[in-house]
Each structure stands twice: as C-alpha cells, then as structure tokens.
C-alpha cells in the first residue's frame, strides 16, 4: 500500500520561509518523479515542482525561483524549500509520485499539508 505523507506546514509571515517534506512508503521510491502542487482555497490545484529519478527539477513559472525541490532515496522523501513566502502562496500542498510516465501521471497522492501566509 503507498503512502505519501506530508508535513512542515503552518502559519508563516510574509517574507518567511517554511521546508515541506513528504514520506514515501510502498513504492520503490527511486523508480518515481515527485511532485509538489497546491490548491488555494477556491481554486484548481496547480502544477508547483516535480523533480525525477534523475534529480532532474522543473518549476511552476510563477515561482521565480523562490521555492527548490529535493529529495533524499535514502530516507524516501521528498522536500520543498519556500523562501521569501507571499500571501498568495496560501493553499494546501500536496505531493505526488509518477512512475516517470510521459506525458506524467500522479497515480499517487498525499492528504496535504496546509500552507498559510499572512500579510
């Protein structure tokens, strides 16, 4: 059974940072791309950052270089690095694992963790 768990939300003034980080177990973590997307309240969930098997990372433009994706195989898990936060990067995040399909497939997902960014 897969299981991707979130954590490292919370409440963040605005210029602040926050580290997410996402457990993965049940998969052959190495084998899969990780994503990061988030959902405002409201709205679709969009697309934040994906990073491969290879460490190969891609980034939502919107972001401009204030957030960086990593993982570690060893410990199965995924992180996302927010820098320089704004309020409207408020929403629940969510990971992702695809098993490298193209075009990517997020067969797997987390509950979330709630992200919120005062002004």
């Known amino acids: 059974q897969v299981q991707l768990v979130e954590s490292g939300g919370g409440l963040v003034q605005a210029g602040g940072s926050l580290r997410l980080s996402c457990a993965a177990s049940?998969?052959?973590?190495?084998?899969?791309?990780m994503a990061w997307f988030r959902q405002a309240p409201g709205k679709e969930r969009d697309f934040v950052a994906r990073i491969s098997w290879s460490e190969l990372t891609y980034y939502a433009d919107f972001l401009k270089g204030r957030f960086t994706i990593s993982r570690d195989n060893a410990k199965n898990t995924v992180y996302l690095q927010m820098n320089s936060l704004k309020p409207e990067d408020t929403g629940v995040y969510f990971c992702?694992?695809?098993?490298?399909?193209?075009?990517?497939?997020?067969?797997?997902w987390g509950q979330g963790t709630q992200v919120t960014v005062s002004s």
């Open positions: 049940g998969l052959r973590f190495s084998d899969y791309a």
């Open positions: 992702a694992a695809d098993r490298e399909h193209i075009p990517p497939e997020y067969n797997y």
